[in-house]
């Protein structure tokens, strides 16, 4: 044949699993092995050219070589009727050897026969129409399989699938490339059948355009760019339309930005006043107090300084309202303070329920009483001294009394 092939199958013999190996060398040898599935025992034998045609001719049914292994392989993959596969023994081979259409060698003595028990033979039996031919081939029993051959069968099978895989993905790749080409080429096909209706839509055109009037051509494509001078028209107040809402929605979300701007920064000067405030506050009520009471004695202070009075009895009769009103402004202020010292001490009180005990120590507790009394003597102190340094103020202030 020329040629190295390899095969491998699973068969069937009267019901037991086996494999069948058949490798065809370059010089026309023939090697079959098979191996039991179940216990992995194995018969082998090599055939030359010569032997097979040979046995076909002794059958009286004459096959070449390349014919014979033909017949070997289609029997294997079972994809005729006409050949089949046996596997027989020794004494399964006696009882055909009287039928026609067998060929084989002649019986052996009764001596040899404990040899050939365990050699097999791969009967291939050729049917026609009316008659059977059989080839046997005798496999002598090898044993179990070599581990070193089984390695070796290994990596041969290996390296068959890895070079079935590689031409299997390049036949895929090309596969790939003619599906990609067949459709590029039924793309092209269409957009020249389109072109060429195209053409012909052109050439009626133009031979109707050559028959017909010019001047109602004419009018037909003044019509046309009639319709598409107004289809721009629409579509720019479209485009105009669509701007002005645009810049209308911009106008109204620059100035609900400058709202938010201008209410974060009165937010931000809310809260550091309360910061403010609430470090007032931290610092304790007697500093609250104090400050409150020299901001109080500076604006009063603020108050009495005047321009120097002209004359005496002016100074008298303009005096005598203000020192009414200073006084009954004292009485308030003084209710006042008292009202503030009061709101105060609550709220000093509620704040020192719930402030954590200091490590350093407890503070005194704050007398409200005692607080209001130290103020109605700063104030008479501070009077006292302010009349002493202003005679006219202080008999203004005595007269005042005297009316009351």
Known sequence: MGEETSMVASYSFRGAEFTVTMNVTEGDQLAVEVQD??????????????YLEDLTHKTGNYKSFPIFVNMLESALTQTCDSVTLDLLTYTDLETLRGKKGFAGTKPLPASHVGVLTTKRYLILTYTVEFDRI???LP???VGKPDPVVLQETIRRLNEQIGRLTTQGNQDHNKSSEHRKLRKAYSTLLKEKEQIEQDFLQFRRDLDSTAKGNPAKEIRVLKQVVKNLEQELLKERSRHQRSANK?????KELQEELEELRATERNLRVRVKSLTNELAVYKRGPRERSTSRDRFR????????????PNSRSRDRLRDRPLSRERSLSRDRSGQAIRSRSNSRERSY???SDIKTPSPIGSRPRFDPTAYVKRQNQKKQQSSEKKEKGDPVHGENRRHACRER
């Open 134 to 136: 059989h080839y046997p």
């Open 297 to 308: 004695d500076r604006s009063l202070s603020r108050d009495r300084s005047g321009p120097a």
């Open 349 to 351: 009180r509620s704040y």
């Open 246 to 250: 645009k810049s209308q929605a911009y």
């Open 37 to 50: 599935k179940l216990t992995a025992d194995q018969w082998a034998g090599t055939f030359s050219n010569s």
């Open 139 to 141: 496999l002598p029993y």
